[in-house]
């Protein structure tokens, strides 16, 4: 084997927990939220995606190094380390926002097989949600965790469709690196939106028990606290695999704000309902090939989130009782934490039978996890740097000072949100 085929390797090795979970932001309630800002603000929102990704990079390393020190997810130590009501309302408020993301996210996809093939979406919608559950309940960990990783490159159809449409690259980068800011309520509650389709809860929790379950399931490795000599090694791991995925996936969120800024935008079309509209709107403007690669995203992409969605509900519900947890297990000895993924998925799927519009389902999913992020960021800082809960491995200051950063930056945007209106 050449030298750069075992770099290849060795990459694809590293990359896991950060890569999936940072692709899986990019669902398409997310494509929706990015579809709406680029069709509002053309390119003047495109600088947020720069400004959120040392942010976001930041919080998800925290809650990766919290699962792999610990061997436990967020819920898991909260439960431990904290009084029961701290864990009972952290996992609440992660369910809800997991549930509507769910519904959002399987009724786009149902809309966007539509608009390929015809048909009723709501029926696809059932049938995706049947397939992602029965991959995640059924299929041989290992396996099922790189069918996630290769899903991941239905992502690169948005990067696609930008180099199919007409862009003006200097003004996009102009207005990327140079912020125009606005303080009014609808440029305010866009950037919530979209920092809240970054930085979302379900994101810090999937990470964590990810890298918990991972370990767990390699008999060469042991929560950091017990084998601290695995610490330079897991750490440099989690590093390069959560900043890799992290700006993949902001990478990604940006390219839909500018082929939707300049195609949907710049003929007039500022409002977009659904990420399956957007994708509509795409075809009589940038023609049926940027069309089909927008909607085959979406559908790429709601078969990553999905099960991501769902399983990061089942960890943290688990963790939260202390029942068997995990994908690797089968499912008869993990009852309750399958029965989780499969019960918020049918949640999810009835979701889509409620008189909700749909933009608002949507644009509003992401508000909501923009404003649940800030207590559970705030928990999670807290126990990242203590030593009862982290031992030797407590946050280093530069580290701390970035995740710090970020919870006041969301806290900000939420406190301006409620101030203007």
């Not at 099922?144 to 899903?151: G, Q």
Request: proline fraction near 5%; glycine fraction near 8%; include cysteine.
């Amino acid at each position: 084997m050449t030298e750069p085929a075992k770099q290849r390797q060795r990459l694809l090795q590293i990359l896991g927990p950060g890569l999936i979970t940072g692709a899986s932001d990019d669902d398409p309630s997310g494509i929706a939220t990015y579809a709406q800002v680029g069709a509002q603000f053309g390119f003047g929102m495109s600088w947020v995606m720069l400004f959120s990704f040392p942010l976001m990079a930041a919080i998800q390393e925290i809650s990766a190094r919290i699962g792999r020190v610990t061997g436990r997810g967020i819920a898991g130590n909260i439960r431990r380390h904290y009084a029961p009501a701290w864990v009972r309302g952290v996992v609440g408020i992660l369910l809800i926002a997991n549930i509507i993301n769910l519904g959002a996210d399987l009724g786009a996809m149902g809309d966007a097989v539509r608009l390929l093939v015809g048909g009723p979406a709501f029926a696809y919608a059932v049938l995706l949600g049947a397939l992602c559950v029965g991959l995640e309940i059924f299929m041989q960990y290992r396996r099922y965790v790189n069918v996630l990783k290769w899903t991941t490159v239905a992502l690169f159809a948005y990067v696609g469709t930008a180099l199919v449409v007409d862009v003006p690259w200097r003004d996009v980068l102009f207005q990327t690196l140079v912020p125009s800011l606005q303080f009014d309520t609808s440029y305010i509650v866009a950037i919530v939106a979209v920092l809240g389709t970054t930085i979302s809860p379900y994101l810090f929790f999937s990470q964590s028990s990810e890298e918990a379950e991972d370990e767990r399931e390699d008999p060469a490795a042991s929560p950091l606290v017990d084998a601290p000599d695995q610490a330079p090694a897991a750490i440099h791991r989690i590093r390069v695999d959560t900043y890799l995925g992290m700006f993949f996936s902001n990478a990604i969120g940006w390219f839909i704000i500018v082929t939707v800024a300049a195609t949907l935008h710049a003929h007039g079309v500022t409002e977009i309902a659904t990420s399956a509209q957007a994708a509509e709107a795409l075809r009589p403007i940038a023609g049926p090939f940027a069309f089909f690669l927008f909607a085959l995203g979406i559908i790429g992409t709601g078969m990553l989130a999905v099960p991501v969605l769902a399983g990061s509900a089942a960890y943290a519900l688990a963790e939260a009782f202390e029942w068997p947890s995990g994908l690797a297990r089968l499912p008869m000895e993990a009852k309750a934490f399958y029965g989780t993924i499969a019960v918020a998925t049918l949640i999810g799927v009835i979701f889509n039978l409620l008189p909700i519009d749909p933009m608002k389902a949507l644009f509003w999913a992401a508000v909501l996890n923009g404003v649940a992020a800030v207590p559970i960021m705030v928990i999670t800082m807290l126990m990242a740097r203590q030593r009862r809960v982290m031992g030797a491995f407590t946050l280093p200051w530069p580290l701390a000072a970035m995740g710090w950063l970020a919870t006041l930056v969301m806290a900000a945007v939420v406190v301006a949100m409620f101030a203007t209106w």
